[in-house]
């Protein structure tokens, strides 16, 4: 018996293609803010946007590719 292959961490990276505009909001937030010293700022938003736009390429293929 073949061992099963989990889809989803490559469909996610064909899907980070899609994704570049949210990926340079991350980045340059994390520019802007990497000297920061109060512990306050924070890219959250940006890496959550990031995700979301991964997360809305590959849940169709990733269903699709479920039996």
Request: proline share 4%; glycine share 2%; hydrophobic share 35%.
């Amino acid at each position: 018996m073949s061992d099963v292959v989990d889809p989803k961490p490559q469909i996610e990276e064909t899907c980070k293609v899609h994704c570049v505009s949210e990926w340079q909001a991350y980045k340059a937030c994390a520019e802007r803010i990497k000297n920061d010293t109060t512990g306050q700022a924070h890219c959250s938003g940006q890496y959550f946007d990031f995700w979301h736009c991964v997360d809305h390429c590959a849940a169709p293929k990733i269903f699709a590719a479920l039996k």
